[in-house]
């Protein structure tokens, strides 16, 4: 069933990503079934118009990055992610504290996600180019989710530092992998 889905969900996006506005529209309807049931899970039953809200803002980002959707990757995935991070933001937004264990999120994942060691070859040798604490920054605020207050307080850094240092090696990271050196 999972399989199945995965597969209707990816050939609407492919479809979508083409220019058939029928595939699109079927895609966006059946994810935002999907979502309503993600965001209402882990939301305060009084929040029902958040839910709602962070439904609308996740398909807005889906549809604007649809062109940086891989199809050699599962669709599914993807759209947590973006579901992941909209409700992160939201959270942060409003000063809230969730913790949501990993199994609440099974039901996205067609098969068991597994990191594949070239990946994480890739992002260790990218990361290694950068000092020791902006690598820990940039793992913590951008792979891990955590604030910059959080990924700061780790390294001895303040939130002000933190932002500064994680854009200082964001920058360093683009100049290097684009051929472009300050």
Do not use: C
């Not at 992610?81 to 999120?105: C, E, F, G, S, T």
């Not at 700061?152 to 994680?166: C, P, T, Y």
């Amino acid at each position: 069933m999972a399989a199945e889905l995965e597969d209707r969900l990816k050939a609407l996006m492919l479809r979508g990503q083409a220019g058939d506005a029928a595939a699109w529209r079927e895609l966006l309807t059946l994810l935002g079934g999907r979502l309503r049931a993600y965001f209402a899970r882990r939301m305060d039953r009084s929040a029902a118009s958040d839910v709602e809200d962070l439904v609308q803002e996740t398909l807005l980002a889906v549809h604007r990055r649809r062109m940086t959707y891989d199809p050699t990757q599962p669709f599914t995935a993807w759209a947590h992610a973006v579901a992941r991070y909209k409700l992160i933001d939201h959270w942060r937004r409003n000063r809230i504290r969730q913790h949501v264990p990993i199994d609440d999120v099974a039901e996205w994942l067609t098969e068991p996600e597994t990191e594949s060691p070239s990946a994480r070859g890739d992002l260790d040798r990218v990361l290694s180019s950068l000092p020791e604490k902006q690598q820990r920054l940039v793992r913590d605020v951008k792979i891990e989710g955590l604030s910059l207050a959080e990924a700061g307080a780790r390294i001895g850094l303040s939130e002000g530092a933190a932002k500064v240092s994680l854009h200082r090696a964001l920058k360093a990271l683009i100049s290097r992998n684009s051929g472009v050196e300050d």
